[in-house]
């Protein structure tokens, strides 16, 4: 059984800064997109920023030049530095892996971890 959990979310004023980790376990032969996504109260998840194998990365338009995503592949985690945090960040934010079994190496599979409350307010 893979899981995926996330830490590092909180309360933290305008403009302030939050670093969310995500960590996978279980019989993982391979670790492809790692990604961040978010869902407000009200509204649909959407992603955040992703960071694949090769290490390219993509940012959605409200994260780009406050975020940064990283990973450390060895350890499975995935990072999500966020600075000059706004209200409208508030969110829960889940962490996302494609990736594939040790038994079936070849086929994809998809994990989500059970999020992270994010909440920016003064």
């Known amino acids: 059984q893979v899981q995926l959990v996330e830490s590092g979310g909180g309360l933290v004023q305008p403009g302030g800064s939050l670093r969310l980790s995500c960590t996978a376990s279980?019989?993982?032969?391979?670790?492809?997109?790692m990604a961040w996504y978010r869902q407000a109260p009200g509204n649909q998840r959407e992603p955040v920023a992703r960071?694949?194998?090769?290490?390219?990365?993509f940012y959605s338009d409200s994260a780009t030049g406050r975020f940064t995503i990283s990973r450390d592949s060895g350890a499975k985690m995935v990072f999500l530095q966020m600075s000059r945090l706004k209200p409208e960040d508030t969110a829960v934010y889940f962490c996302?892996?494609?990736?594939?079994?040790?038994?079936?190496?070849?086929?994809?599979?998809?994990?989500w971890g059970q999020g992270t409350q994010v909440t920016v307010s003064a």
């Open positions: 279980g019989p993982i032969a391979n670790i492809y997109t």
């Open positions: 996302h892996i494609d990736g594939s079994l040790t038994s079936r190496p070849f086929v994809h599979e998809y994990w």
């Open positions: 960071i694949t194998s090769e290490g390219n990365i």
